[in-house]
């Protein structure tokens, strides 16, 4: 990054470089962090994309994109970008490129490959050190195909396919912390509701070589059900009752950048979403309520 | 120009270490690993400049060769069976990346049950994938096709990855006497990888492999890959000539062997058409008009050059080492599909054989070409068969007997 460091609103870019009219849905919480992750990671880069929702930003004749796109499939794209990252690599050595051409290798998936089919492909380039950003955008179910439940879910959840009263019974699974056990150069969630400490994160993971995830929560309007004009308020109250902590992990070290206070009830964030609508009506889901806050205090009571 | 003794594996490797390649994305698996660890020491030593990388499967192995192809480097990767099928989704989905690449198959029977033996099953599922598919029978014709692979994968009409494909243990473990080209005369022969200004760069983005909305353009570009594979057709035949100018040695895309004045021929890939040849030598020592034809290219499929084979014999032994369940070799309906309603076409006798290694011994041959004969005088082609003898169902029926009584014993 040849940028000053962003330390306020006013040191985003203002220039925005990735294209309009794309595919996505109105108020989708993951192209608004692909944008403002793409102003800082620019048009040398290329995205090697796993199957998602984000497979069609770049549909023939048309990509956003100034940079380079490679849609691999969906468990394999960060093998896709190993490729290539060691062929740059190759040309560079052998004097067949130049530095000029050179780019910096991102991978672009859904929570279904991040935390499902691709984990496999993931931990193994994190293992062999790829130099490489891994950009999830988590919409917390297989959005692309109508919202079933996936590995990111968040318990309670009502999806296409957990339909029943209690919703998703299962746990969301913990990515940053599967990364973080891989130690990884680097590590962070983020929001696109919260632009300044995403732009922080981004800035610090350009300045990184190897592998770094940016972990994004994306709100999903059709998949979560709620209005699309409220997008940043539910990425806003995502981060202010703690559900989706913002952290980093760097130097071995996991920091809270953001740590709410005060805390609001989680019911603020879970009301505003048909899809946890049943622990609210047609009777109030007390017992569910309160275990789903009691999981989010419990949390933030070990890592504060 | 050196002579050695090589495993088909070691073929394998020279052809990857003097066709120059870049990078070797790799996975291991039984019997395709001795080609990785050679080359992985060869990269150790310096004496083959290029990047090796273990990828964590051969779904994500086949992924990184071609990205790395696209991008625009020299790749080689190898793999078998069960490793084959496990990247079958990125075998038929970078044909459309249009990187070529080459990657040697040692074949292996799949599971279920498991064995480590070979078929042609494997290799013949990544038939319709637009992979260009050469089918070799001796170590020689191993290295040999690996240098005619990268000539005839990356020439700007065709841009399609290959697959070299040699049988487990029968090749892949064999040592045989192999001349290796002269490295020198390889350069000239295969130039640099040109990548016609498909590649990643920073300076001229491109997109890859994107979505396409309806059949129209997904009907035009998977075309297109078909097309491609057709011309490598006359692309191979060109190589092939080079290649036999440079090195003194012919691959035909269609071997004959004994063909010419023959009423009866066999017809087979792989390894096993050598003990075939041995067959149609001794058969003509008792006066048999007997030959082989062996397609040593299977895709693109060489059509013309089988009729020309083929028509006016009185029969053709298929022998096919694979199995399309349900309805039987690969190799007799793809021959009959392309004989099909032309004069002098042949009777086809079917045979399934050699199915996970199970050897096909001299006599077998002289018994298939006596069926061959009395099926040509009545003109009646007999039911496909597997080639199995009595006394091996014999064997087998102790082994259930035996599996019986253990499971009987271990339910007391």
Same mark, same amino acid.
């Given at each position: 990054m040849n940028e000053a460091q962003i330390r306020s609103m006013k040191d985003l870019p203002s220039t925005h470089l990735l294209g309009a009219g794309t595919s996505m849905c109105a108020g989708c919480g993951g192209l608004q962090a692909v944008h403002e992750v793409y102003d800082l990671v620019g048009g040398r880069t290329i995205f090697v994309n796993a199957a998602s929702c984000m497979t069609l930003l770049s549909t023939y004749p048309f990509t956003p994109f100034r940079g380079g796109w490679l849609y691999t499939s969906m468990a394999s794209a960060p093998a896709g970008a190993q490729g290539v990252r060691d062929a740059l690599d190759i040309l560079l050595r052998k004097g067949r490129m130049t530095a000029e051409d050179d780019m910096t290798a991102v991978v672009l998936a859904g929570d279904g490959a991040s935390f499902g089919m691709g984990l496999s492909s993931t931990s193994a380039a994190i293992e062999?050190?790829?130099?490489?950003?891994?950009?999830?955008?988590?919409?917390?179910?297989?959005?692309?195909?109508?919202?079933?439940?996936?590995?990111?879910?968040?318990?309670?959840?009502?999806?296409?396919?957990?339909?029943?009263?209690?919703?998703?019974?299962?746990?969301?699974?913990?990515?940053?912390?599967?990364?973080?056990?891989?130690?990884?150069?680097?590590?962070?969630?983020?929001?696109?509701?919260?632009?300044?400490?995403?732009?922080?994160?981004?800035?610090?993971?350009?300045?990184?070589?190897?592998?770094?995830?940016?972990?994004?929560?994306?709100?999903?309007?059709?998949?979560?059900?709620?209005?699309?004009?409220?997008?940043?308020?539910i990425g806003r109250l995502a981060v202010r009752t703690g559900i989706f902590p913002l952290k980093e992990y760097v130097d071995g070290k996991i920091v809270h950048t953001v740590v709410p206070r005060p805390r609001l009830p989680v019911e603020d964030y879970l009301r505003l979403q048909g899809r946890f609508a049943h622990l609210f009506a047609p009777t109030r889901n007390e017992q569910q309520l309160t275990e789903i806050q009691a999981g989010v205090d419990e949390y933030w009571r070990e890592v504060t | 120009m050196s002579r050695l003794l090589l495993t088909g594996n070691g073929a394998a490797a020279w052809g990857a270490r003097l066709a120059a390649v870049d990078y070797v994305p790799a996975f291991p698996i039984t019997p395709q690993t001795e080609i990785i660890e050679t080359l992985a020491a060869w990269c150790e030593a310096g004496t083959l400049e290029a990047r090796l990388v273990t990828l964590e499967s051969e779904h994500s192995m086949i992924t990184a060769a071609a990205a790395a192809a696209a991008t625009g480097v020299r790749?080689?990767?190898?793999?078998?069976?069960?490793?084959?099928?496990?990247?079958?989704?990125?075998?038929?989905?970078?044909?459309?990346?249009?990187?070529?690449?080459?990657?040697?198959?040692?074949?292996?029977?799949?599971?279920?049950?498991?064995?480590?033996?070979?078929?042609?099953?494997?290799?013949?599922?990544?038939?319709?994938?637009?992979?260009?598919?050469?089918?070799?029978?001796?170590?020689?014709?191993?290295?040999?096709?690996?240098?005619?692979?990268?000539?005839?994968?990356?020439?700007?009409?065709?841009?399609?990855?290959?697959?070299?494909?040699?049988?487990?243990?029968?090749?892949?473990?064999?040592?045989?006497?192999?001349?290796?080209?002269?490295a020198n005369a390889v350069r000239q022969f295969l130039p640099p990888f040109e990548t016609q200004g498909i590649e990643f760069r920073a300076s001229r983005p491109v997109s890859q492999a994107v979505a396409v909305l309806g059949g129209t353009p997904?009907?035009?570009?998977?075309?297109?890959?078909? %097309? /491609?594979?057709?011309? =490598?057709? $006359?692309? @191979?035949?060109? +190589?092939?000539?080079?290649?036999?100018?440079? #090195?003194?040695?012919?691959?035909?895309?269609?071997?004959?062997?004994?063909?010419?004045?023959?009423?009866?021929?066999?017809?087979?890939?792989?390894?096993?058409?050598?003990?075939?040849?041995?067959?149609?030598?001794?058969?003509?020592?008792?006066?048999?008009?007997?030959?082989?034809?062996?397609?040593?290219?299977?895709?693109?499929?060489?059509?013309?050059?089988?009729?020309?084979?083929?028509?006016?014999?009185?029969?053709?032994?298929?022998?096919?080492?694979?199995?399309?369940?349900?309805?039987?070799?690969? %190799? /007799?309906?793809?021959? =009959?599909? $392309?004989? @099909?309603?032309? +004069?002098?076409?042949?009777?086809?006798?079917? #045979?399934?054989?050699?199915?996970?290694?199970?050897?096909?011994?001299?006599?077998?041959f002289y018994e298939m070409a006596k069926v061959a004969r009395g099926a040509a005088d009545t003109g009646v082609a007999p039911t496909p068969r597997l080639l199995y003898t009595a006394n091996e169902l014999r064997e087998l029926r102790k082994l259930q007997a035996i599996a019986h009584a253990e499971r009987a014993g271990s339910a007391r």
């Open positions: 062999r050190g790829l130099d490489f950003l891994y950009l999830c955008y988590d919409n917390e179910g297989y959005g692309n195909t109508g919202q079933q439940a996936s590995g990111a879910t968040p318990h309670g959840a009502r999806t296409s396919t957990t339909v029943g009263p209690r919703g998703y019974v299962g746990r969301k699974k913990d990515l940053f912390g599967i990364w973080a056990a891989h130690r990884p150069v680097y590590a962070a969630t983020v929001v696109a509701a919260e632009p300044l400490d995403l732009a922080k994160k981004i800035q610090r993971a350009m300045s990184m070589r190897g592998p770094r995830l940016v972990h994004a929560l994306a709100p999903c309007p059709t998949g979560w059900d709620f209005d699309p004009k409220d997008t940043v308020e | 790749v080689f990767t190898a793999t078998s069976s069960q490793g084959l099928l496990y990247a079958m989704e990125m075998i038929y989905t970078v044909t459309g990346w249009r990187a070529p690449f080459v990657l040697t198959n040692v074949s292996r029977a799949l599971a279920a049950p498991v064995t480590l033996e070979p078929d042609h099953t494997d290799v013949l599922a990544a038939r319709d994938s637009g992979f260009l598919q050469l089918h070799c029978s001796t170590c020689q014709e191993v290295v040999d096709s690996v240098l005619l692979a990268y000539r005839v994968a990356e020439h700007a009409d065709v841009r399609l990855p290959a697959i070299v494909n040699e049988d487990g243990f029968y090749l892949s473990f064999t040592r045989e006497p192999v001349d290796l080209p002269d997904y009907s035009y570009f998977r075309y297109e890959v078909h %097309l /491609a594979a057709n011309r =490598a057709l $006359a692309v @191979y035949e060109e +190589a092939a000539n080079a290649f036999a100018r440079a #090195f003194g040695r012919y691959w035909p895309a269609v071997e004959t062997y004994r063909a010419d004045d023959a009423e009866i021929v066999f017809f087979m890939i792989g390894a096993f058409a050598t003990k075939a040849k041995d067959a149609v030598d001794r058969l003509r020592e008792s006066g048999w008009k007997i030959g082989l034809v062996r397609p040593r290219l299977l895709r693109p499929y060489p059509e013309a050059a089988l009729r020309e084979a083929l028509l006016g014999k009185r029969a053709a032994i298929v022998i096919d080492q694979n199995l399309s369940m349900g309805q039987g070799g690969v %190799l /007799a309906s793809e021959l =009959a599909a $392309a004989l @099909y309603g032309r +004069a002098g076409q042949p009777l086809l006798i079917r #045979f399934i054989a050699g199915l996970g290694g199970r050897e096909i011994a001299p006599e077998e």
